[in-house]
């Protein structure tokens, strides 16, 4: 054992009701395999084994109060600086102005973020800062714990473990251990004495963070990602027979599915004996449920408008369960408080002493809507450089786009009505992005300038023939005449993805098309549409461009893989006809362009390609990240023109968007009707929004089923915003 000093708020080790000297600093035993600072195999402490905060209650009676934010996303201000617009229901900025009246009702709250925090929306622009305002942010609002999500090592471990050292909290996750000794990373829990009772707080992050790092293992260096399940079992056994804490909170960065490895919905199940409360991230959704030891999930929601903004939840007592003593074993309730700060989680745990034990009454779920709620003008003042200055690199010109490079009637990008109308939170348009359905300038310009860096850099002849990219945003789009700002870039790419080549077999490169083209349902007779399967994110759609040829035909069978990633079903709905002038040869080998999280979270991962088959990596290069290569392309031509990225014939199409196709036979003859009500907006499509983080169209406008369109209520209204909100779901 040894001490070491730190300046910490009335804080105490276990066992100690410790006030604060008149320094504010505390002497804490600290166990040899601590550090106050990360040290390779030893566990990052910023914290005692017990915080205390206040002092033990008199009353019979508390409520503990557990307040939380998730996948804030660089959203610091309540803005989009990509688009260039204010965002009614995000940022820190909101969230503060709630913690303020919350915080006057609940002193001791216990207030976490639960990761996916300093990413996104212009944050990359601070990350060589000391302490990164995001994080400063938290430390003035108080945070007690923060959970790393995946996006946290999107850069060099050094950015992580700086920041973390320098958050003024516990920083938690039960299952990132040190590949040297499998010593934690960090804590996998924090007890908090609160009044005299007992909290355990247990933090977790994705075990797939090496896959989607894989192009960068100096993202991770050292440290190994354990399941989610048996990581989390073991945390709660330790602390359980360490503490005996009165409440089990978890704080996981993690989905309701799970995405390799146990979900929000698998834990609870599991232990649900153990938790009494679950607060969850990374799927960006905001939903309130509870779930049985049997695995059996209720949604226990409902809209509220009695508190915080314009889309509160709370929990509807009338559909969850009595959660007590007696029941406490048998279910526990999670909740998310969606993205970019648009949420406040609110937990409240009701106990009562009996026989000198604290005991469960009840727990009750809320999540407090930020939509119009005004932002903290302290806060605001005190980051506003940050916004300045990401305003600023945002908005910086570039040069001017000539030509549409979506090939609509008018070059906007809905499918059916070419226009640009936002009426969900995401998605922008009435049926589909005309970029998903075809062979567009629009995903020439990614695919494109990957193959010209990996030929730049590895010499003509050298490079990939073939290159892989999504269109991740349905609010992207280059209109002619329009200024390319930097923020273009990022609204093209938003993530910060590496660029890596990679030799693949013929064989495997198909197994990848067939898997990209998974993302969508099979092709019915009387489909108008295309359709979208349900739940996928748009990042799980590649589009590949190049020295290649292919059709897909929706109506063929989708390759389907086994929990282990064995191929079940080849799939037949890609027919490659030739590659570099050639005829494709499944035998051949072919250089493949593709971003890193599409080499480590599939192509690696489904056993299509080894590390030694990576040739080009970006990591190391001046501009390393896709979407700087953009804006490097546009800066040093002085704008982007879709003649340059225009072919003579399309690298790819739909069998079914072919002259002689279904879809464009059905659309000019039996089907015109009620396609032409599509295109005017007399009818609507429907939208799900089960999953809100990927929000999509899952079934395809079909002239056989009168169930998959619904009629405008607006249609034919003067202000087209009313008409666009009528197809609202």
């Known amino acids: 054992m040894k001490k070491f000093k730190r300046s910490l708020l009335?804080?105490?080790?276990?066992?100690?009701?410790?006030?604060?000297?008149?320094?504010?600093?505390?002497?804490?035993?600290v166990p040899s395999d601590y550090s106050p600072v990360v040290a390779e195999g030893k566990t990052l402490t910023n914290t005692p084994d017990v915080i205390v905060k206040g002092s033990p209650t008199d009353q019979d009676e508390i409520t503990i109060t557990i307040g939380a934010t998730s996948d804030l996303h660089g959203r610091l201000f309540g803005y989009d600086y990509a688009l260039n617009s204010a965002d009614s229901d995000a940022g820190i900025t909101?969230?503060?102005?709630?913690?303020?009246?919350?915080?006057?009702?609940?002193?001791?709250?216990?207030?976490?973020?639960?990761?996916?925090?300093?990413?996104?929306?212009?944050a990359q622009l601070f990350n060589d800062d000391p302490t990164h305002p995001v994080v400063e942010s938290m430390n003035a609002l108080e945070f007690d714990v923060w959970v790393p999500g995946n996006h946290e090592f999107n850069f060099e471990r050094s950015f992580i473990d700086r920041n973390l050292d320098h958050f003024n909290g516990a920083v938690l996750?039960?299952?990132?251990?040190?590949?040297?000794?499998?010593?934690?990373?960090?804590?996998?829990f924090q007890i908090f004495d609160v009044e005299g009772v007992k909290v355990a707080v247990v933090g977790l992050t994705p075990s797939n963070v090496p896959n989607w790092e894989a192009s960068a293992p100096d993202h991770f260096k050292g440290l190994k990602f354990e399941s989610e399940l048996e990581a989390t079992k073991e945390?709660?056994?330790?602390?359980?027979?360490?503490?005996?804490?009165?409440?089990?909170?978890?704080?996981?960065?993690?989905?309701?599915?799970?995405?390799?490895?146990?979900?929000?919905?698998?834990?609870a199940a599991a232990m649900a004996d153990k938790f009494d409360v679950i607060l969850a991230g990374h799927e960006h959704a905001n939903y309130i449920e509870q779930v049985n030891a049997d695995g059996t999930v209720t949604s226990i929601s409902t809209d509220s408008s009695t508190i915080g903004g314009d889309n509160s939840l709370v929990e509807d007592k009338t559909i969850s369960t009595d959660y007590n003593e007696e029941t406490r074993q048998q279910s526990v309730k999670i909740m998310e408080p969606g993205k970019w700060g648009s949420y406040l989680a609110k937990a409240e745990i009701q106990l009562k002493k009996v026989d000198d034990k604290w005991t469960m009454v009840d727990t009750t779920m809320t999540n407090i809507?930020?939509?119009?709620?005004?932002?903290?003008?302290?806060?605001?003042?005190?980051?506003?450089?940050?916004?300045?200055?990401?305003?600023?690199?945002?908005?910086?010109?570039?040069?001017?786009?000539?030509?549409?490079?979506?090939?609509?009637?008018?070059?906007?990008a809905d499918e059916a009505t070419s226009t640009d109308f936002n009426y969900t939170h995401d998605r922008l348009y009435s049926t589909i992005h005309a970029a998903k359905v075809m062979d567009t300038p629009l995903m020439d310009v990614i695919n494109q300038i990957q193959i010209d860096q990996i030929e730049k850099a590895m010499g003509a002849g050298n490079g990939a023939v073939v290159s892989a990219a999504s269109l991740f945003s349905d609010q992207s789009n280059l209109v002619d005449n329009e200024v390319y700002t930097k923020g273009k870039s990022t609204n093209l790419y938003k993530y910060d993805n590496t660029l890596v080549g990679v030799e693949m077999t013929g064989e495997n490169l198909k197994h990848f098309i067939e898997w990209s083209y998974t993302y969508f349902n099979e092709y019915k007779a009387g489909d108008l549409t295309v359709s979208?399967?349900?739940?996928?994110?748009a990042y799980l759609y590649d589009q590949f461009d190049g020295e290649l040829t292919y059709t897909v035909d929706l109506s063929k069978p989708a390759l389907e893989m086994d929990e282990n990633y064995a191929i079940t079903t080849e799939g037949s709905r890609i027919n490659i006809t030739e590659i570099g002038g050639e005829a494709f040869d499944p035998a051949a080998t072919y250089k493949v362009a593709m971003n890193s999280y599409r080499w480590g979270s599939q192509v690696k991962k489904y056993g299509w390609a080894t590390d030694a088959d990576v040739f080009y990596d970006s990591v190391n290069e001046p501009v390393y990240a896709?979407?700087?290569?953009?804006?490097a392309y546009v800066e040093k031509n002085n704008g982007i023109n879709v003649a340059d990225f225009t072919s003579a014939e399309p690298t790819w199409?739909?069998?079914?968007?072919?002259?002689?196709?279904?879809?464009?036979?059905?659309?000019?003859?039996?089907?015109k009707a009620l396609w032409d009500q599509l295109t005017n907006m007399e009818i609507c499509v429907s939208i799900d929004l089960e999953n809100p983080k990927y929000p999509a169209i899952v079934e395809s406008l079909n002239i056989n089923d009168p169930s998959t369109y619904f009629a405008n209520p607006n249609a034919g209204n003067s202000d087209i915003n009313e008409v666009v909100a009528g197809c609202n779901p």
Request: charged share 25%; hydrophobic share 35%.
């Open 626 to 631: 896709i979407r700087d290569m953009l804006t």
């Open 173 to 188: 996750s039960s299952n990132i251990k040190w590949e040297s000794n499998g010593v934690n990373y960090i804590r996998g």
């Open 94 to 122: 909101r969230v503060a102005t709630l913690l303020q009246a919350e915080k006057n009702d609940n002193p001791n709250m216990i207030l976490i973020d639960i990761g996916d925090t300093v990413q996104g929306n212009s």
């Open 653 to 671: 199409e739909f069998t079914q968007y072919q002259a002689s196709g279904e879809i464009t036979q059905l659309r000019e003859g039996a089907g």
């Open 369 to 412: 809507g930020t939509k119009n709620i005004d932002e903290d003008t302290d806060l605001q003042s005190r980051f506003q450089y940050v916004h300045d200055m990401a305003i600023e690199d945002a908005t910086r010109e570039l040069g001017r786009v000539t030509g549409n490079f979506t090939p609509t009637a008018n070059g906007f």
């Open 235 to 267: 945390a709660v056994d330790t602390l359980v027979q360490k503490y005996s804490p009165d409440v089990i909170v978890g704080a996981l960065h993690l989905g309701r599915k799970g995405e390799g490895g146990a979900g929000v919905h698998n834990i």
């Open 10 to 29: 009335c804080l105490a080790v276990v066992g100690v009701m410790a006030g604060c000297n008149d320094d504010e600093t505390v002497y804490v035993d």
């Open 532 to 537: 979208f399967k349900k739940g996928s994110p």
